[in-house]
């Protein structure tokens, strides 16, 4: 019933959005798994990652492959479209970090605290520019969908990638999920598939997982790490909420057939001594294939008898899609969740909702006692019958011991003929609008930016481009641009969305102030602080400024992702040659940004800061555009350049 339910809605408001992505997927050749089929890493797992392939993704989380031995990137969208052309994608040769592995997984430690407590070694920008190799004699302790948890969370460290040598649990899965002659060729070549003997790594990192404990990390940014044990002390200093609201798993990071399994072994227990949650519980199963056989073997009625409630097969509150009502906007209040990130803001668009992530074991049982305060290695939770008892630390099957029951086929292959296809979008809609080339460049030095907004500390894609409510204008760019930056923190009044217009001088929302500028014809910059740009690949996060007149966002650091997509559509992404710079600038100056005619890979551009008083300052600009990049600038965008070369 829940399923129908949470699903019929979705159906019915995104139709039109579903029908465009079937009739293009048809005209064009691929494959589309239709509303209902699961989150897009889960399904990958199921059916496209495989040891040794290269696959790019058009999300953060694509790393999750790497739990099957694949190079799983994450990209923005228009590479995807550059590779879909037969462009070949560039990288930067990054450098690999090694985390070795050494005891084994038992109790409640889960896949979950490893990649916890290597973000919380690493922090979010420490995997920059790297791909994790784990290795070591642990590793064959970890589930192989537990191995794409510890690479789908990857992504939190700024990781290009994350991967885990070929192993008999791979082996296992793929033979459950239908491809027993990929892991028999797998096993023919597997010593291309391990760490070569004695191999170098830039850095190297080890982990002991007989002596790792549950951790869970958290508010506000994924790399705080504390011991589960330490958490409720920790948060009672900080004055962090220590009731738990809401207690969430699934996500592409934990949304496994074992995850599941190994929450509803927790929940037995409790339902044993008659208790339900005391939080609210929701449950999102990875995929149709999951929710099939979790309803199949019963354990989903054993988390709904827990008092939880199962969602549809998706992203679901991961992204802020959800229909929370337990509280106000602006009320403080603790969520914990499976997934992977605890941004703020990310979960349900309220800045004071502090949102903890750790293993699903770990959410059930703190939804079970509803608080932070609980460590279930060590309290006792009190039955209906007055007795003390202790949860026991859970064991689940990791893959089902029947088949994988697969459910609905949602899957649509394109047809063999697609002449005749039409592509459906209404000229009308809200929700998509097709993309009109951006203008080429003019050929002269940027003179006189405004800056829209200086940004104060952190400043992540979900700070730039809100998801939640939001995410129903994807395919309609000038709608969804009034969610241009509306979460950053002005650094000139400490507010988010609250920019000066220099020409009224009047405070106003940051779309509404870009939109003015884009009408007067003024074009503006962005001043941002460390890692800009980091979180999930959303390209709208770069599509946005572009069209409403921004020409470059000058940062001390770029998340890798978000740099390339802002050149991709024709922006500067550029970086003080002194990170001190960013104190000179002031959000009431204006920028003059020299060079460009002579822009030339490696070759700092010039910045004149002009002030209100008349007084001037120089300083440098750094940048890393390649000469096709150049190019992709000097046209105003990839696809543009794309045009000009077919031409
Ligand atoms: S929204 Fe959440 S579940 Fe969905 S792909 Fe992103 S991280 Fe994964």
């Known amino acids: 019933v829940y399923f129908l339910l949470f699903l019929k809605l979705p159906l019915d408001i995104n139709q039109e959005v579903y029908n465009f992505l079937a009739t293009a997927g048809a005209k064009y050749g691929v494959g589309f798994w239709k509303p209902g089929s699961g989150i897009i890493h889960q399904i990958i797992l199921e059916n496209y990652a495989y040891p040794g392939v290269l696959l790019i993704g058009t999300d953060s989380h694509t790393p999750n492959g790497g739990g099957l031995g694949g190079i799983c990137i994450g990209v ?69 969908t537990g191995m794409a948890t510890i690479c789908n969370m990857g992504a939190e460290i700024g990781a290009t990638t994350s991967v885990f040598p070929y192993n008999h649990r791979m082996k296992k899965y793929l033979s459950k999920t239908g491809r027993a002659d990929i892991a028999n060729l797998a096993d023919e070549f597997k010593d291309h598939l391990v760490p070569d003997p004695g191999c170098h790594y830039d850095q190297l990192i080890e982990v002991n997982l007989s002596e790792l404990k549950p951790h869970i990390n958290g508010p506000f940014t994924p790399d705080l790490a504390h011991p589960v044990a330490e958490v409720g002390k920790v948060a009672e200093k900080e004055g962090w909420p220590l009731d738990i609201r809401v207690g969430l798993i699934g ?40 929710r099939a056989t979790i309803e199949r073997d019963g354990y989903a009625q054993i988390l709904r008898d827990l008092g939880g409630i199962v969602l549809a097969n998706a992203c679901g509150p991961c992204i802020g899609q959800w229909d929370r009502k337990d509280i106000k906007k602006g009320e403080k209040n603790t969520i914990v969740t499976s997934y992977n990130r605890n941004f703020t803001g990310r979960n349900d668009a309220n800045p004071e909702t502090h949102a903890f992530v750790t293993s699903p074991e770990i959410v059930t049982a703190l939804a079970i006692a509803g608080t932070l305060k609980f460590n279930p290695e060590t309290d ?65 030095d940027l003179e006189d930016l405004q800056i829209l907004i200086k940004v104060k500390g952190k400043c992540t894609t979900d700070h730039i481009s809100a998801a939640g409510p939001w995410l129903k204008f994807r ?50 910059v962005v001043i941002g602080d460390e890692n800009y740009g980091e979180g999930s690949s959303r390209e709208h996060a770069a599509l946005e400024p572009r069209h409403l007149g921004a020409r470059a966002i000058i940062t001390k650091s770029f998340a890798r992702i978000h740099e390339t997509n802002l050149k991709k ?21 204006k920028l003059t940004i020299q060079g460009l005619k002579d822009f030339t890979p490696g070759k700092p551009l010039k910045c004149i800061i002009k002030h209100p008083n008349g007084t001037q300052e120089t300083i440098l600009l750094n940048h890393t555009f390649n000469e096709t990049q150049i190019e992709w600038f000097r046209a105003g965008s990839a696809l543009n350049r794309m045009k000009e070369l077919q031409q």
């Open 76 to 144: 923005g969208g228009a590479d995807a479209v550059d590779v879909m052309a037969g462009i070949p994608w560039e990288l930067k040769c990054p450098k690999v970090i090694g985390v070795k592995l050494t005891g084994s997984l038992s109790g409640w430690t889960s896949p979950k605290d490893v990649i916890l407590k290597v973000a919380g070694i690493l922090t979010v920008k420490g995997g920059t520019g790297a791909i994790v190799e784990y290795h070591g004699p642990g590793v064959d302790s970890i589930s192989c």
């Open 251 to 290: 996500s592409c990071t934990n949304s496994s057939y074992e995850d599941m399994g190994r929450s509803a072994a927790v929940a037995k227990q409790a339902l044993a001594h008659g208790l339900k949650c005391k939080s609210q519980f929701t449950i999102t199963p990875g995929s149709e294939q999951i």
């Open 380 to 444: 006792y939770l009190t039955g209906t019958d007055g007795k003390k008892f202790k949860l026991e630390a859970p064991d689940a099957d990791e893959l089902p011991k029947a088949e994988f029951d697969p459910g609905q086929d949602t899957y649509q292959h394109p047809p063999k003929d697609s002449s005749g296809q039409h592509v459906d979008v209404s000229p009308t809609s809200q929700r998509l609008q097709l993309l009109e080339p951006f203008d080429k460049w003019d050929g002269k």
């Open 475 to 524: 395919g309609h760019l000038d709608n969804i641009s009034n969610n241009l930056l509306i979460g950053a923190i002005n650094i000139e009044n400490g507010k988010a969305n609250s920019v000066r217009n220099a020409v009224t001088q009047e405070f106003g929302p940051v779309p509404d102030t870009a939109r003015y500028y884009k009408k007067h014809g003024i074009r503006w």
């Open 569 to 589: 559509q024709g922006l500067l992404p550029l970086t003080f040659a002194d990170p001190a710079d960013y104190n000179k600038i002031h959000p009431v100056d």
